[in-house]
């Protein structure tokens, strides 16, 4: 079976991926300034014996190679090991994390495919008329600003309104399950509103792009010579064509939204992936930033690996092309 | 068969101007009248930026809200330029079909050949009921087996995807067929076995054909009569062995001394000196003047008319055969 051996080899480069990138950030946090033992003992009655106990117990005392095989070990194993903040398992920290950044990231992001792929295609369809101008100056706009400034100016226009930070009210005691998923609910739309507006601007300049680029080609123009109304003609043959790139950078956006929500997790105060790794490399807790990093590259990889699947779905081309191979 | 009968496909001075960014206009063709009967095969000769893929383009209504087409195109007698939009929309492939240059690119990359024939099947009478079997009896029209239905386009090579556009044209039996350069970029070969494709497509469906080429040598195998354009103008029109063996105009003459000929292998090809007109730049006098071998005082100054040289079959437009005689001082 030819696809099947595509696909085991596609992973296995998937995996090498994530071990350099495993090995990299090891070696890149313990090589930068500052260390957990400073961080922890940084308090007054902070004595050398308590800094030499805390080294030896965290198992920096050892040379870096050493730390190195053993943590690989432990991966190997499937432990991520312990934080050394809350001496709390990662793996347990890095799965409450997840579940938390799920929702934001899938709202997110389907604000910003509705968003982004439907100007998109707009802009393509009537390209040169003041809608496209429109569309592609808002989504420059949108996309140049910094994540953290659009989230406070949401923050600013609509505290009051919707809970400004957290992700469910502390105060809310015994809800049913309809009063928590509101209450989530409206905790979830402004920073997933955030990530949706920092996301959509590149998805409509690169739909637009290739719409226009489409439009077009040879075979449009046939279509529209068959007599089909305009509107045909772009939902039946320009926008399968014109979606294959835009599918690619979705599956590499995806990814780097899981693990990078960083500053948007952060100013909301969102419990996710990003809010962990900022807070992990704070106080230099260097299991949780491998765990957290881990999360980070496995999901650019496998978001990677999925956009691939769908386009060779979409693309008969690149199907039989990667089974002949 | 002259251009006074009525024919299938009737186009009495259609006239192609572009609206262009600075306001200029282009007159991208000017007065071009031809009628093809029903079953004929009529050719559209002339170099690049002549005006042969403007007037196919205009024939289908393809041209874009820049364009201002003048002119009657008639199909069976029914007027069907300005008739709007939408009816434009209803007779296209029902009526009149297109084999597109370069179709090898003109079929949907990710939709199978069956499905993208099938979809123009739709388009004409008797839709829905046996779409496949008629699907599959056009693709056996121009000698391809059914089962390259199932396939993709880039599964295909050139000449067979130009078969296939070629099969997805005649799916409807249009009454007119228009093909723009089905042959450039393939092999010798594969060109006759797609030039052989578009006879029989055509010898089935009895449709009219238009066949726009550069090639002499292509026009000459397979069409009955002929116009030979330049410059956006008809300049010579006639029955395709006249234009070959006694052409009038010094431009067609040129044309058939620069095409290679199998009977005479090691005759020298002649070259025409000169470029072509800039598409839309108006001239005084003959457009072909300043590329001309035998031009001569009237040339610069007046330009000739579309007149009959020898019997009313062939015409040219040029100053050798009807001196501007009252105008000469």
Redesign the interface.
Known sequence: MAPLRVIGRRLAGAGVLIWLAVTFDFFLFRLAPGNPVDQMSRIPQGSRQLQDQLTREFGLDQPMVVQYVRYLEQLSQGNLGVSFVNRQPVTDNLIDAIVNTLPLVGLGLLIAIVLGIGLGILAGAYRGRPIDHGAVTLATFMYSLPPQWIGMVLLFLFAGTLPTGGMVDQFLIDPTPTQYLADLGRHLLLPALTLGLVMFGQYTLIMRSSMVETLSDDYVLTARAKGFRPRYVLRRHALRNALLPTVTLIGLSIGAMVGGAILIEVVFSWPGVGRTIYDSIVARDYPMMQGAFLVFTVSVVLFNLLADAAYSLLDPRVRRAGAAR | MSTTTTGCLDVRGLDVTLRSGEGRDLHLVRDVTFSVGSGERFGLIGESGCGKTTTLMSL?G?LGADATVGGEVRIDGTEILGSGERDV??????EI??V?Q??M???????TIGRQIA??AR?GAGSGSGVRERVHRVLELVGLRAEVARR?P??LSGGMRQRV?IAMAVVCEPRVLLADEPTTALDVIVQAQVLTALENACAETGAALVLVSHDMGVIGEVCDRAAVMYGGEIVETGRIETLLHEPAHPYTRLLVDASPRLSDPGRELASIPGAPPRPGVDHAGCGFAPRCPDRFEPCGSHGPALLPVATALQQARCHLHHPPAEEAP
């Open positions: 289908m393809l929309r209803r007779r296209r492939w029902s079909a297109v597109f370069g179709a690119n003109s079929l949907n990359p990710v939709v979809e123009a388009r993709y880039h599964e556009a």
